[in-house]
C-alpha cells in the first residue's frame, strides 16, 4: 500500500512554509508514521492543513483554477499566503511499497497576466536504483505545460542537476542534440490546458505506469467530510461499495456490506453493541418511493429507530468503523476532529481502532487526523504527533513532540501524551 513518506507545503494560507516528515534531501528526518495526529490551538492552522490535502486532490480533479474557488476558498488570491508573490508550492514524497524506491511529486501554481491560476511546474522524480547521494532522476518535467515525459520505466540520460537547475529550453536542444539511445524513450509534450495537472492527462496512458500510479494515489485518497446530519438524509436505494466523503450514502454502503460481506457487517455490529450500548442490529429498509431508510435495533424496545432518530456520535462511530472496514481501503484516510460530538470515554477506543487499521492487516490505509482533544491524543506517541503553533509573523509552524526530549522523557515515565499537552507541556515549548 502507498504511503506518503513526507510532505511540504508553501504560501497556502497560513502554511507559508512547513514540513511533515521525510523528503529527499532530508535524508536524515525520520518518515510520517502510518497514523500522524495534527494538535494545536485553535486557529493555528489545523483545518488549513487538512484543506491542503483536499485542495491538492481537487486540483488532480478539476484543475487548479477551479479548486481554487470549491469549497469555499475564495480563489488563489485567498489562499496564498498574505504578503507573498510567490507560487503556492506542493511537494510530496511517496512510496508505492515498503520496498520501492521513493518518488517525489512538486507542484508550483502561479497566476497570469489576467489573474488566472495556472499550472506554473510540475516534476515526478526518482532516485536511479542503487543511488544513494544526489538529486533524483526527472521523468516528468513540465514548465507551463510544456516539457518532457519519461515512458515506462527507463530513465535515460539528463543535465547533472548538481551542477545547474534544469531548465527546459536547454534541456531540449540538449535532448536533440545528444543522440543518446535512451531518448528514445522521451516525448516531448505539450499540455493543451495549463490549468489541468500533467499526472490527470499523462496518467491515463498505459506507457506512463509510474505517472498513472501516482495519478491513482491521490484519487484513491479519502478525505472525510463526514456530517451526522448528511447521514440521516434519505437516498435512493442502491448498494454502494465505498463510503462518500459526506457520508450521505452511508445506508447504500450498508445495503452493499448486507449483500456482499454478511460476516464483516456482523463484527462491526458487535464492535459498536461493545462500545455503545443498547444496540443490537443495524439493517436496510426499503421505502415504497425507492429510498433508503437505515434502521437501528435497540435491545431495549421492539419497535425500531432510524438513522433521523439517533445520536450524532452513534452515525459517527458507526460511519468510521463501517470506512474501516472497507474490503478495498483508501491508502490515505485523512479526518478532521474525529472526536466532535464523541463520548470522551470513546476516543481512546477509536483512537486505537484506527491504529490498528493504519498498522494491521495488509492493505490497511495511512491515517491522518486533526483534534484537538486531549483523551483523543493520550492514545498516540509522541512520534506520531506533530504540533501547530503560530509564529511571530502570523504564519505556522511545526514541530514534532518526539523532539522535545522532555515530554519523551514523560511519556517514557508513563504520563500520557494527551495529558501533557493539557497541562501546556507542547504547547509552550
Sequence with gaps: MAKIEGLRIRNFRALKDVTLGKLWDTQESAPLTPMTAIIG???????????????????????VEEACDIRERGGFERIRSQGEEGPIEFEVYYKEDGKSRPITYELSIAVDEHERPYVQKERLRQRRKGQKRGWPFSFLLLNNGKGVVWKGEIEGHQIDEEKEPIDIKTFLEWLQHSGKEESRETEIVELEDRRKLGIATLGSLKQHPRIAAFRRFIESWYLSYFTPDAARSLPLAGPQKHLNIHGDNLGNVVQFMEREHPKRLQAILNRIAEKIPGIDQIKTEKTPDGRLL???????????????????????????????????????????????????????????E???????????????????QPYFVDAFEPEEVWILKKGEDGFTTIQRASEILMVNNMVEQGLPLGGLWYSDYLDER
Design 354 to 372: 484506527f491504529r490498528e487499521h493504519a498498522t494491521g492487516r495488509k492493505g490497511s490505509s495511512q491515517v491522518f487526523i486533526t483534534t484537538h
Design 41 to 63: 490551538k485553535n486557529g493555528v492552522g489545523k483545518s488549513t492543513l487538512f484543506d491542503a490535502f483536499g485542495f491538492l486532490a481537487d486540483c488532480l480533479k478539476n484543475g
Design 294 to 352: 437505515l434502521q437501528f435495533n435497540d435491545r431495549g424496545f421492539q419497535d425500531p429507530f432510524y438513522a433521523q432518530q439517533m445520536s450524532d456520535g452513534t452515525l459517527k462511530v458507526f460511519a468510521y468503523l463501517l470506512l474501516l472496514e472497507d474490503p478495498t481501503p483508501p491508502p490515505f484516510l485523512c479526518i478532521e476532529e474525529p472526536e466532535n460530538g464523541l463520548y470522551h470515554k470513546l476516543l481512546e477506543t477509536l483512537a486505537n
